[in-house]
T-cell receptor, first 114, second 112 residues
């Protein structure tokens, strides 16, 4: 059974803190993605990676960075958390190549920045 | 060019009725159109997908209708059930083909 796991379901951080969100997949997928989900705005792509140490900016990369040191792990980093980064964060993975492959999502991390 | 516009934002349907969610796109380079279903507390999961070389795809009670000339596609849920209550997202692959662009989502409530 395919599985994408995220390190925390709920996280509360203070403004200015450095925040790490971890995602691990066990499907040997090359592609991994980070989205944020906000009511009325849908899923917005923050960053994606198509190989180890490779990354591409998505639609809303400002204030975020990513790290992919191993194929199965993709980390999202908030360098200095702000209240407007309070959101649900979703990680996904898929087979390599085009965007035409099914993306498998984790359960999400609900981050609150106070 | 890169947007996928989804409507309605929310939908209430009686049990046994037909639920219809619509999406429109501008970029004719898109060639893959999936629908994802998300239950509360869960990540989205692929429900059904279509490519533009067919006008309709059916899987059980779920059907995608695709109109290439109008650049529109829709999800039809026949005989809607309370268990179908979820948020539905349409999507299309981006111009480079490396990621998906999602619509803003439709929250469906099926009343019993």
């Amino acid at each position: 059974d395919v599985k994408v796991t995220q390190s925390s379901r709920y996280l509360v951080k203070r403004t200015g803190e450095k925040v790490f969100l971890e995602c691990v997949q066990d499907m040997d997928h090359e592609n991994m993605f980070w989205y944020r989900q906000d009511p009325g705005l849908g899923l917005r792509l923050i960053y994606f990676s198509y190989d180890v140490k490779m990354k591409e900016k998505g639609d809303i990369p400002e204030g975020y960075s990513v790290s992919r040191e191993k194929k199965e792990r993709f980390s999202l980093i908030l360098e200095s958390a702000s209240t407007n980064q309070t959101s649900m964060y979703l990680c996904a993975s898929s087979l390599p190549g085009t965007g035409s492959y099914e993306q498998y999502f984790g359960p999400g991390t609900r981050l609150t920045v106070t | 060019q890169q947007q996928v516009k989804q409507s309605p934002q929310s939908l209430i349907v009686q049990k046994g009725g037909i639920s219809i969610i619509n999406c429109a796109y501008e970029n004719t380079a898109f060639d893959y159109f999936p629908w994802y279903q998300q239950f509360p507390g869960k990540g989205p999961a692929l429900l059904i997908a279509i490519r533009p070389d067919v006008s309709e795809k059916k899987e059980g009670r779920f059907t995608i209708s695709f109109n290439k000339s109008a650049k529109q596609f829709s999800l039809h849920i026949m005989d809607s059930q309370p268990g179908d209550s979820a948020t539905y997202f349409c999507a299309a692959n981006n111009q480079a083909g490396t990621a998906l662009i999602f619509g803003k989502g439709t929250t469906l409530s099926v009343s019993s």
